[in-house]
């Protein structure tokens, strides 16, 4: 038993072969350092690799994290808004935009802000929309008639004036633009039968007063990172008010404003082909009256009035 213990407590020179403390890093009896002891650390490996394994767990999953929302844009109420869809909508807005108020909209410093803003406005208008139609859902409202979607669709192709060729040039494909029309017939009988209940004065209180409540309540999460814009007025508005930003508004609203600034326009100019495009910027309702697809007046509308900008 003693020896057991003294040979755990010596070590031999490896160039003398004699004895020495375990401790002692020199041999004293002829100065050669000796050999150290090595610490057994076996036991302690799977811990270590298991702490690389989980750093390595979390770093492939931010990765992987990262790789799904960068597909996204956002997200409400755990439904999906991916950048394909919301590239698409600044792209046909875009080029209407371009259309009808020319291509240096978007040019230089002033169109880099403009896109910003354009960009600002169709993310919101997702997000609305997405919540809009989740609403719709819920309350049973799926589905278009297709007879209902073809119809607005062949009146949008007349009225552009423009040959299958170039009508799909300036709008996109036209599956996109019959979901579109889907979905916006959609919404605006959920708003009109659900929301309004038949209740047309009151309709644009009522409606954003659901829109602004409804919003509180819902889990909303962006992963777009937009450049902040200036709340001044942007190049499409003209009444120098300090607009700018799209808003929703009631369809009731919208019909009686479009109404009134054709009826002013063909009382005007005695011309009845003209389009109303209706436009809520929040300082002010803003009608565009176009024809041959370019803006010839825009006007603004407050309580039933119109009047040129």
């Not at 150290?36 to 799977?46: A, D, L, N, Q």
């Not at 230089?108 to 997405?130: A, W």
């Not at 929703?248 to 109303?276: G, I």
Request: glycine fraction near 8%.
């Amino acid at each position: 038993m003693e020896s057991h213990l003294e040979n755990a407590d010596t070590a031999l020179c490896p160039s003398c072969s004699r004895k020495n403390e375990r401790r002692a890093r020199f041999c004293t009896h002829c100065g050669n350092s000796l050999p150290r002891r090595r610490k057994v650390w076996t036991k302690k490996r799977p811990i270590l690799f298991g702490a690389i394994g989980l750093i390595l767990a979390g770093v492939i999953g931010y990765l992987l994290t990262g790789g799904i929302e960068s597909k996204l844009v956002a997200r409400v109420n755990g439904e999906d808004i991916i950048r394909k869809e919301f590239s698409q909508r600044v792209d046909q807005a875009k080029r209407l935009y371009e259309y009808r108020y020319g291509r240096n909209l978007f040019r230089g410093d002033s169109g880099k802000e403009n896109l910003s803003r354009l960009k600002n406005e169709m993310l919101e208008e997702l997000i609305t929309e997405k919540i809009l139609l989740q609403e719709a859902k819920s309350a049973g409202y799926t589905s278009a008639p297709e007879e209902e979607i073809m119809r607005h669709l062949e009146m949008i192709k007349k009225q552009s004036g423009l040959s299958e060729v170039d009508f799909i040039k300036r709008i996109g494909p036209l599956e996109d633009l019959k979901e579109e029309l889907s979905r916006r017939w959609i919404i605006s009988q959920f708003i009109k039968k659900a929301i309004l209940k038949g209740d047309q004065t009151n309709g644009e209180l009522l409606f954003g007063q659901w829109l602004t409540n409804t919003k509180a309540k819902a889990k909303i999460e962006t992963y777009e990172k937009l450049e902040p814009v200036s709340t001044g007025k942007a190049s499409c508005c003209k009444s120098g008010c300090g607009g700018g930003r799209a808003q929703s508004l009631d369809p009731k609203t919208e019909q009686e404003a479009k109404s009134k600034a054709l009826e002013y326009y063909e009382r005007k100019t005695q011309k009845r082909e003209a389009e109303a495009k209706v436009t809520n910027f929040g300082c002010h309702i803003q009608v565009d009256i176009i024809e041959d697809g370019k803006v010839v007046v825009s006007l603004t509308y407050n309580g039933g009035e119109v009047q040129e900008i």
